[in-house]
């Protein structure tokens, strides 16, 4: 065995060692919970027991750019879910799906396994919104960033809280730098309590909230949220730039899971 054999047998133990700590750390995370839905995107098309799709046009939210179609952006293969944006001929498309209406959670850890679209301009996210949106409105209904990310800064995740007391310019936010977003799937995560909220990339912690004393204004968080995944392209934060030559570019989802404790159920 030559020396080069041997540091990188050294090197597969130690990333071995670091994978068994990683599952270790997982499982005492979850420990106290169960899992009470996942979607492994086995099928060869959208569960739309659990999914919709959203259609909007440009401008809807963001001053983004793109039309979110009826499901012309969404496809499945081999297991994955894909979202793609697209330019076509004098326009931006793309997919935007949600549980809204049929996959509500109070509380829990939500895990998404996900490979991030590449190019300047994009700016995917996997996120909640409050139930009540259509009622009471953003910001008061809250929202959960467990992931955006931006092609112009291709190796920062971003995870945030939106509530009446911080939103817009998000003062509630965490960032960690990660290699390969778009070529390799990471883990993004979040375990939500009545008491606070943190979110996490393959095992890291990358924000905690948890304000001392909860009000209206900082903690609309005890009430069923639902699930989005979608693309967006150029926008506030996404733009104003837009690199017409990375379309197609698609987001892969590997499957979603969330787990609650046996004192919450799914709504």
Known sequence: MTFNNIIMTSKEIFLFTLLLVSISLSAQLKKDYKL??????NSNSLDTTSWSNQTANPKWVNNE?????DGNNIKIKNGILHIVAKKEVDKYTSGRIFTKGKRSFTYGIIEIKAKLPEGVGTWPALWMLGDNHDEVGWPACGELDIMEHVGKHPNFIHSSIHNPSGYGQTPYTGIVKIKQPSS????????WTKDFIIFY???KQVYHYQPEVKTIKNWPFDKPFYLIFNIAIGG??????VDDTCFPSVMEVDWVKVYQKK???EN
């Open 184 to 191: 390799k799937f990471h883990i993004y995560s979040m375990e």
């Open 36 to 41: 009470v839905w996942e979607d492994n995107f």
């Open 201 to 203: 990339v393959d095992g």
């Open 263 to 265: 004192t919450h159920t």
């Open 65 to 69: 750019l793109q039309y979110y179609t």
């Open 236 to 241: 506030t934060w996404g733009g104003p730039v």
